[in-house]
């Protein structure tokens, strides 16, 4: 049998326990977001990336954890296209409507534990650009809205 000199040995340990814990934190299952499929090209102009089945659930289970700490986001499935609303302004030069801000509403359905309680859960999570005519006063705000 090989002697590992002992800080090999507790680098171990340590790597070992920091692996245990990242599999401790449970992943929700996600369902449902090919819903956004038909809106892919507007996607990016909410500046939270391509793949909202990674950003949407991320950004819920954020507002969860904000509300209450111990939240653990269990499920989350989008249950229908997302709603979107757009609003166009002049160019001043060209005289064309060019796209100012984009409401965009997914609808969904999501399951939560909270300490001992899980709860099942109908809400919508809205993302608000505005000034999308300007590249440096862009501006992306979130509601989260419980129906």
């Known amino acids: 049998m090989k002697k590992l000199p002992v800080i090999a040995l507790l680098a171990g340990i340590g790597f070992n326990a920091a692996a245990s814990a990242e ?25 939270r990336g391509e793949l909202v089945e990674t950003f949407v659930p991320l950004d819920v289970e954020n507002e969860l954890k904000r509300q209450h700490k111990s939240s653990v986001l269990q499920s989350i499935n989008c249950t229908a296209e997302p709603e979107i609303k757009g609003a166009t302004i002049k160019d001043k030069e060209s005289g064309e409507a060019v796209l100012s801000r984009l409401s965009v509403t997914f609808p969904l359905e999501i399951s939560v534990a909270a300490g001992k309680q899980t709860m099942d859960m109908v809400v919508h999570q809205q993302y608000l650009a505005e000034n999308l005519e300007t590249t440096d006063q862009r501006k992306v705000t979130q509601k989260f809205i419980v129906k």
């Open 23 to 47: 599999n401790d934190k449970q992943i929700p299952q996600i369902n449902g977001f090919d819903c956004a499929d038909a809106i892919q090209n507007v996607i990016p102009l909410l500046g």
